[in-house]
Nanobody, 118 residues
Framework: QVQLVESGGGLVQPGGSLRLSCAAS????????IDWYRQAPGKEREFVAR???????FVTASVKGRFTLSRDNAKNTVYLQMNSLKPEDTAVYYC????????????WGQGTQVTVSS
């Protein structure tokens, strides 16, 4: 069983920063593209950002220029650096791998709560 653990969330003021971590147990995901998703209250889970096995990244337009991704394969960990946070970034953030058909590859972790509020 693969276990995904997201961490690093918290309460932050608008304009602040957080660094989220996605760590996996039960698998080595060096060869996997890893996606970040978020789910705001009353909303569906939405795609936010992606990092490939080679380190290439893609982020959705709403976070472009504010969020960046990196990975440390030795630690089996992917990071999401979140800067210039806005209240609309408030959500539970999740990570997972994605199949070619667009489905989640592994069971979802617990997510990490990000709250941006003054």
């Amino acid at each position: 069983q693969v276990q995904l653990v997201e961490s690093g969330g918290g309460l932050v003021q608008p304009g602040g920063s957080l660094r989220l971590s996605c760590a996996a147990s039960g698998t080595i995901f060096n060869s996997n593209t890893i996606d970040w998703y978020r789910q705001a209250p009353g909303k569906e889970r939405e795609f936010v950002a992606r990092i490939s096995s080679g380190g290439g990244t893609f982020v959705t337009a709403s976070v472009k220029g504010r969020f960046t991704l990196s990975r440390d394969n030795a630690k089996n960990t992917v990071y999401l650096q979140m800067n210039s946070l806005k209240p609309e970034d408030t959500a539970v953030y999740y990570c997972n791998a994605r199949t070619l058909s667009g489905t989640a590859l592994w069971p979802w972790g617990q997510g990490t709560q990000v709250t941006v509020s003054s």
